[in-house]
């Protein structure tokens, strides 16, 4: 399968805990992206690497959260002290490395469902 | 800055008759944009893109958008409604940067 991998699909932890989710982008896609969306909305935004440099970041990427993505090639999520608002659905999504990736669109994976309960 | 306003939250048509989902984007530049259809526990799947070529795009699965810049609109449409359809489905602009700007979504109702 050539698609973008996300795991775990669910992950529920208790408020407080640490929790990290796994992304493997399509392999010759060199940019990879890290988007939220909670129920009724759509995505939002939370960052951006190229290879394996982090080239952006969100307002919404609070302290409590931190992305890699070490060797250019899969990507981990890490949320510590997690709080009931963080559940949501964490979607990775990989793109062609072309100039503009608005030429091209994003390849998004299924997601990692979080429940902080 | 860049943003899409989805008209309506829930659109229901009758299987067999045309679908239209209503999309509005704000850009400085000259926008990118795209349809998102994303079914229950899937992915979100690209239906099309326009890239400011042709105003008429055609996707996947018959549906097709039309790109109004007098009118800053997106539309999204299809002649006729499959069961397999009902989905929920997101407008999303991008200008010449990284990120994609969606829409809250439009959930699509098929009814047999």
């Known amino acids: 399968d050539t698609g973008v991998s996300q795991n775990p699909r669910h992950k529920i932890t208790k408020r407080g805990q640490n929790v990290t989710f796994r992304c493997d982008p399509i392999?010759?896609?060199?940019?990879l992206y890290w988007y939220r969306q909670t129920l009724g909305q759509g995505p939002e935004f939370l960052t951006y690497?190229?290879?394996?440099?982090?080239?952006?970041k969100s307002r919404l990427l609070s302290d409590r959260f931190s992305a890699e993505r070490p060797k250019g090639s899969f990507s981990t999520l890490e949320i510590q002290r997690t709080e009931q608002g963080d559940s949501a659905m964490y979607l990775c999504?990989?793109?062609?490395?072309?100039?503009?990736?608005?030429?091209?669109?994003?390849?998004f994976g299924s997601g990692t469902r979080l429940t902080v309960v | 800055a860049q943003s899409v306003t989805q008209l309506d939250s829930h659109v229901s048509v009758s299987e067999g008759t045309p679908v239209l989902l209503r999309c509005n984007y704000s850009?400085?530049?000259?926008?990118?944009l795209f349809w998102y259809v994303q079914h229950p526990n899937k992915g979100l799947q690209l239906l099309l893109k326009?890239?400011?070529?042709?105003?008429l795009v055609k996707g996947i699965n018959g549906f097709e958008a039309e790109f109004k810049k007098s009118e800053t609109s997106f539309h999204l449409t299809k002649p006729s409604a499959h069961m397999s359809d009902a989905a929920e489905y997101f407008c999303?602009?991008?200008?010449?940067?990284?990120?994609?700007?969606f829409g809250t979504g439009t959930s699509l109702t098929v009814i047999p």
């Open positions: 850009s400085s530049y000259s926008p990118s």
């Open positions: 999303v602009v991008s200008d010449l940067g990284n990120q994609f700007y």
């Open positions: 999504a990989s793109s062609h490395p072309g100039t503009f990736v608005a030429n091209y669109g994003y390849t």
């Open positions: 690497f190229q290879n394996e440099a982090q080239l952006e």
């Open positions: 392999s010759e896609h060199n940019r």
């Open positions: 326009y890239t400011s070529a042709a105003t």
